[in-house]
């Protein structure tokens, strides 16, 4: 598994990331097949086969430590690419409660300028 500086460094990877892909979207376009809609925005979410993927980043708000983990998900498995720290800057604003949740706000800006990742 990656970590944050090991990740940096691969451009290629950084580029294949889906920064409107959340947890929620993920379970609804490849573990509830059909549950999408197809048309507008959401269309290019409809998966047809296994090929197909999304490459994405959850924090892990379940116990302490706190990660942010980079995922890459198809209809069939879910592989942990990179994990790192969540920085304590935004802990309080990120985990209020325990779960899985999709970087957004200053969090989702913090990772696209340690990526290098034009606004």
């Not at 290629?12 to 409107?20: Q, V």
């Not at 490459?55 to 708000?61: I, Q």
Request: glycine share 4%; hydrophobic share 40%; with cysteine.
């Amino acid at each position: 598994m990656l970590t944050l500086e090991e990740l940096k460094k691969d451009r290629a990877l950084i580029n294949s990331i889906d920064w409107e892909m959340t947890p929620e979207l993920a379970v609804r376009v490849y573990l509830e097949w059909g549950n999408i809609w197809s048309r507008g925005e959401e269309r290019r979410y409809v998966t047809r086969s296994t090929s197909e993927y999304s490459t994405y980043f959850v924090v892990n708000c379940w116990d302490k430590p706190y990660y942010i983990y980079l995922l890459k998900r198809n209809q069939t498995e879910v592989i942990e690419i990179a994990k790192f720290a969540l920085p304590e800057l935004f802990e309080k604003s990120v985990c209020l409660l325990r779960g899985m949740y999709a970087p957004e706000g200053e969090l989702k800006e913090w990772l696209k300028e340690e990526l290098g990742v034009r606004h």
